[in-house]
C-alpha cells in the first residue's frame, strides 16, 4: 500500500466487523464495496474470524481486507496468511509492533496517550489507531494533540457512531474513522445486505 493510497485515506469509515456466521463475510463485504466503502475490517472476536477473512481474500477482490483487534504477534502472522491486506490493533506493546511489522503487511497500532503516540512515532510509523476513542477523550482529545504532534495521524475507533463521526473527521489529524455502526448485529443474522449498502452509502459521504 503506497504512502499516498494509505488506509487513512481511502474511506472516511472503515467499517469494524464482527462476523459470527462465516456464510455472513461475503455477502457483507460485497454490501459494503455497493455502498462505496471498498475497506473492510474483521476483528479476530469470534472463532470464525479467519475464515470470514480467507473468504473476502478469495471472492471479494475489489475490498480491502483487514484484520482487527490485532494482541499477538502471533495472530498478526495467522491473519498475514488467512489473506488480510492490513492489520489494526487496539494497543502496541514493543512485541506487538515488531510482530505486525514482520508481516510485512501496512498496520495501524493502537494507542490511548501522547505517551503512546510518541511511541509509535519513534518506530518510524505516523498512522496509527486511537483507541476507545470516546473514552479516552474523543475528538478533544485529538485537536489538542494535533499542535504538539503534527506528525501523528490517526483512525479512531470506539463508540463512535454516524453523529459524532464528522467532528472526527473535520480534525487535520484525523484521516477516517473506524465505525460498527455500518454492520449491526441483527442486519447481519438477518441477511439485510440492502441496509448494510444503505448505512455504507451514508458513510461513504461524509468526507
Same mark, same amino acid.
Given at each position: 500500500m503506497s504512502e499516498s493510497r494509505s488506509l487513512l485515506? #481511502?474511506?472516511?469509515?472503515?467499517? $469494524? $466487523?464482527v462476523v459470527d456466521d462465516p456464510a455472513q463475510a461475503v455477502p457483507v463485504a460485497r454490501a459494503l464495496v455497493a455502498g462505496g466503502l471498498p475497506v473492510i475490517e474483521l476483528t479476530l472476536r469470534t472463532p470464525v474470524a479467519l475464515d470470514a477473512i480467507r473468504a473476502i481474500a478469495a471472492e471479494v477482490p475489489e475490498i480491502l481486507v483487514g484484520a482487527g483487534t490485532? /494482541?499477538? *504477534?502471533?495472530?498478526?502472522e495467522e491473519a498475514r496468511a488467512a489473506g488480510a491486506q @492490513? /492489520?489494526?490493533? *487496539?494497543?502496541a506493546t514493543p512485541a506487538l509492533l515488531a510482530g505486525m511489522a514482520d508481516t510485512g503487511l501496512p498496520f495501524l497500532p493502537g494507542t490511548a496517550t501522547v505517551s503512546e503516540v510518541l511511541a509509535v512515532l519513534e518506530t518510524g #510509523?505516523? !498512522?496509527?489507531? @486511537?483507541? *476507545?476513542? !470516546?473514552a479516552s477523550g474523543g475528538a478533544a482529545f485529538l485537536s489538542s494533540v494535533a499542535s504538539p504532534v503534527p506528525a501523528a495521524r490517526f483512525c479512531p475507533t470506539g463508540g463512535i457512531t454516524a453523529a459524532s463521526a464528522p467532528a472526527y473527521l473535520s480534525l487535520p489529524n484525523v484521516g477516517c474513522v473506524g465505525g460498527s455502526w455500518l454492520t449491526p448485529k441483527d442486519a447481519l443474522a438477518a441477511g439485510d445486505w440492502a441496509r448494510v449498502e444503505r448505512l455504507a452509502r451514508e458513510a461513504a459521504a461524509l468526507r
Open positions: 485515506d #481511502r474511506v472516511p469509515v472503515v467499517p $469494524v $466487523v490485532i /494482541l499477538t *504477534p502471533g495472530q498478526a @492490513f /492489520l489494526v490493533s *487496539p494497543g #510509523r505516523t !498512522e496509527m489507531k @486511537f483507541f *476507545p476513542a !470516546e
